[in-house]
């Protein structure tokens, strides 16, 4: 089946340091890949998609790249900021859209000013 | 656009009393999900529905919970009788049904069973 697995959190950094959340699946075909972020008391909003490999997502100075050789799509940002504060899934999508995604159990990031 | 509307924001009962969850997507969107929120399992996949038919309910986790999509417009997830473990957020989402399609998601429904 399909799978989603991310590095474990509450991930602590200071302001303005590179950030780097791992992110590795399991699915069978060609899945799309997909970063959603939660912020306190909100639902999840789309971050970033990549729907094949070496296609690389980009949004708000997030970016992640579709590797299929390593079956990963690690979250990456130059230069975070407090407002990043916030739960961030790492998700798949092996059914055309038609029956949701599959999760990651997310990574809590808290940047400190 | 106003987004999933989910109701209420917030709901506290007691064990063994019913449950009754809300959500409305948005305009256009044909394919609707029920989703879970715990610290112990992340997000789990209760049911979906496409064009108010519901497709795959294996995530549904015992026959106390039942969900409906009357219309386009609005569905509901019961919980009857509640029980403390169900305690959870609960989130709708809805999509356009194709390839790559993005959810949207609502605030969820923090609900609190004692």
């Known amino acids: 089946g399909n799978s989603v697995t991310q590095m474990e959190g509450p991930v602590t950094l200071s302001e303005e340091a590179f950030l780097t959340i791992n992110c590795t699946y399991t699915?069978?075909?060609?899945?799309?890949l997909f970063w959603y972020v939660q912020y306190p008391g909100e639902g999840l909003q789309l971050l970033l998609k990549?729907?094949?490999?070496?296609d690389k997502g980009s949004n708000k100075g997030f970016e992640a790249t579709y590797r299929k050789e390593t079956t990963s799509f690690h979250l990456e940002k130059g230069s975070v900021q407090v407002s990043d504060s916030a739960v961030y899934f790492c998700?798949?999508?092996?059914?055309?859209?038609?029956?949701?995604?599959?999760f990651g159990k997310g990574t809590h990031l808290i940047i400190q000013p | 656009d106003a987004g999933v509307i989910q109701s209420p924001r917030h709901e506290v009962t007691e064990m063994g009393q019913e449950v009754t969850l809300r959500c409305k997507p948005i305009s256009g969107h044909n394919s609707l999900f029920w989703y879970r929120q715990t610290m112990m399992r992340g997000l789990e996949l209760l049911i979906y529905?496409?064009?108010?038919?519901?497709?795959?309910d294996s995530g549904m986790p015992e026959d106390r919970f039942s969900a409906k999509m009357p219309n386009a417009s609005f569905s509901t997830l019961k919980i009857q009788p509640s029980e403390p473990r169900d305690s959870a957020v609960y989130f709708c989402?809805?999509?356009?049904?194709?390839?790559?399609?993005?959810?949207?998601f609502g605030n969820g429904t923090r609900l609190t069973v004692t």
């Open positions: 529905f496409n064009n108010n038919v519901p497709i795959d």
């Open positions: 699915a069978t075909g060609y899945p799309s």
């Open positions: 990549a729907t094949k490999a070496d």
């Open positions: 998700a798949l999508d092996s059914g055309g859209g038609a029956d949701g995604l599959t």
């Open positions: 989402a809805s999509s356009l049904a194709g390839p790559d399609a993005p959810l949207h």
